[in-house]
């Protein structure tokens, strides 16, 4: 089978080609390049120019073809821009589901058809499925990765039916040790190599100066609330899902300045640092912006009620599941695991399907649930679903 493998430059992906060689398929490198820019990148961050050198050592020590490709203008109108929108409403967008979805599957797949392609190959840590209903037709079903340290099924909780069938995890059954442990025996470049960290393709930045090549600074406030305030108390008291799905309604009238900031927008639930207020017992944490009035709202301790909830909602145009036969009809109710960020544990949650969408009711309050975000759902080791966190 000719297989077009996304060769990044790291590790994983190395191996994943090395393996599907080994198996006998017709193995062809392809590198992306993705982004130009270095506003806001971290020094000593690895340049796509040494991911793409070490990408062609790889493919020259496996003796396959390697191709290059530019993809960075779609990457920026369906990725970047799409950052700087969500970040502009005072949402926290996941760049790395956007780009499996968007560009490796998307994108990076339309040009691997080019090179003949009959399967695309990432070095993801997930597995892909195939079973066959009563009528003949295949189904793919995406499964977590062997290694519960690096399962990476939640990056690519967007995926298609069509998409997945084209879709290989050669290193989705090994542990993360054995790849590294295989590249070395095999002598890759890439066997010692760190992961790479940061936004997708982009890398560690400077969250704020990265946003400010589209979204202006604009000093505003900070306020405290403190943890006994009674917008907690009158959510705890509820108890159905609707109100427990809603965030919490803070006013500048609730708390007390106690510094300031340069935009509402640069900032997330649940982030501690960047606030630069300091002398307290324990630290400040984010637990609320106010878009309108570029207002920040934290509180004092990794406890405090206002980083917690019990509930989120998804609007219907953003519930997707990864195999229509598994969605969900109105009045419907299931149980399921669910995480709202990578490498969360799972959360078990009651999932409730109304007109006005996905309500998701979990048995623990979950910290840092974020507008933006995703959330998937899982049946034991399979995902299947996922959609944006609207509130």
């Not at 198996?23 to 392809?30: K, N």
């Amino acid at each position: 089978m000719r297989v077009v493998v996304g060769l990044s430059g790291g590790v994983d992906s190395s191996v994943a080609a090395l393996l599907l060689k080994e198996q006998g398929h017709e193995v062809i490198g392809l590198f992306m390049r993705n982004w130009h820019d270095t506003t806001g990148t971290l020094e000593g961050d690895c340049p796509w120019y040494d991911d793409q050198l070490f990408a062609e050592l790889v493919a020259k020590r496996l003796d396959i073809e390697f191709h290059y490709v530019d993809l960075s203008e779609q990457y920026r109108t369906r990725v970047v821009d799409y950052m700087f929108s969500e970040y502009e409403k005072g949402r926290t967008p996941n760049p790395d589901v956007l780009c499996n979805r968007e560009i490796k599957f998307d994108v990076f797949l339309k040009e691997a058809l080019k090179l003949g392609a009959e399967r695309v190959a990432t070095g993801h840590y997930c597995r892909r499925e195939e079973w066959i209903d009563s009528q003949g037709q295949t189904h793919y079903r995406l499964l977590a990765g062997s290694d519960p340290n690096k399962d990476q099924s939640y990056f690519l909780c967007q995926l298609t039916q069509e998409q997945l069938s084209y879709a290989m995890f050669p290193i989705g059954d090994l542990l993360k040790p054995e790849v590294r442990r295989i590249a070395e025996e095999n002598k890759l470049a890439t066997a010692k190599r760190k992961d790479s960290q940061g936004i997708c393709f982009v890398g560690k930045v400077d969250l704020p100066l990265f946003l400010q090549q589209k979204l202006s600074a604009k000093e505003g406030n900070v306020h405290e609330i403190l943890p006994h305030s009674p917008r907690f108390q009158r959510t705890a008291e509820a108890n159905d899902h609707k109100t427990l799905s809603g965030p919490y309604r803070l006013t500048i009238r609730d708390g007390k300045k106690i510094g300031t900031h340069q935009g509402a927008h640069f900032y997330t639930i649940g982030q501690r640092k960047g606030l630069g207020i300091g002398g307290r017992k324990e630290s400040l944490f984010v637990i609320g912006t106010d878009i309108e009035h570029n207002a920040v709202f934290v509180g004092e301790g990794d406890n405090h009620p206002g980083l917690y909830r019990k509930a989120l909602r998804i609007i219907p145009s953003e519930i997707h599941w990864v195999d229509g036969v598994d969605a969900m009809e109105v009045g419907q109710r299931r149980v399921y695991d669910v995480r709202i960020r990578y490498r969360q544990p799972l959360q078990r949650a009651e999932l409730i399907m109304e007109e006005d969408g996905l309500y998701i009711l979990f048995d623990e309050a979950q910290r840092g649930i974020t507008a933006g975000q995703f959330a998937a759902w899982y049946d034991g080791e399979r995902l299947l679903g996922s959609g944006v966190i609207e509130r």
